[in-house]
């Protein structure tokens, strides 16, 4: 009888431990990190529509990020993937990016303006 109590603290601190394990997995990926700036999304800029009036507007782009992992994702770091998502496809048709919607649902519109000749 004392073996198989044994054998019953043992698998439940095993299926803790998973569960904490996955808990801490799940939790580390829902606060990464997953869109990077690409060295030619570094040449576009995020401006406002007041700041562009010297620039001709050349296409818009909508881009798109999980907002959720589980959990719910921090809605700062969803905005700041999607900026960097948005300059990243804008790097061959512009030098300037206007949001043009707000954050909904994980995704972002964008106007992508060449201000520079």
């Known amino acids: 009888m004392p073996s198989l109590t044994v054998i019953n603290a043992r698998n439940f601190t095993m299926k803790t431990t998973h569960l904490v394990f996955v808990a801490v997995t ?6 990464c990190t997953y869109v990077r700036l690409t060295p030619e999304g570094e ?3 995020v401006l406002t529509q007041s700041e562009m009036a010297s620039c001709n507007r050349t296409g818009t782009t909508t881009v798109e990020v999980l907002d959720k992992v589980v959990i719910n994702r921090n809605p700062e770091r969803v905005a700041l993937e999607l ?3 948005a300059r990243n496809r804008a ?3 512009g030098d300037a ?3 043009s919607s707000e954050v909904g649902d ?3 519109s964008f106007v992508i303006y ?4």
């Open 26 to 31: 799940l939790f580390t990926l829902s606060s």
């Open 43 to 45: 040449n576009v800029a």
């Open 83 to 85: 900026r960097t998502l």
């Open 97 to 99: 990016i206007v949001a």
């Open 114 to 117: 060449r201000c520079r000749d």
């Open 106 to 108: 994980g995704e972002q």
């Open 91 to 93: 790097a061959d048709r």
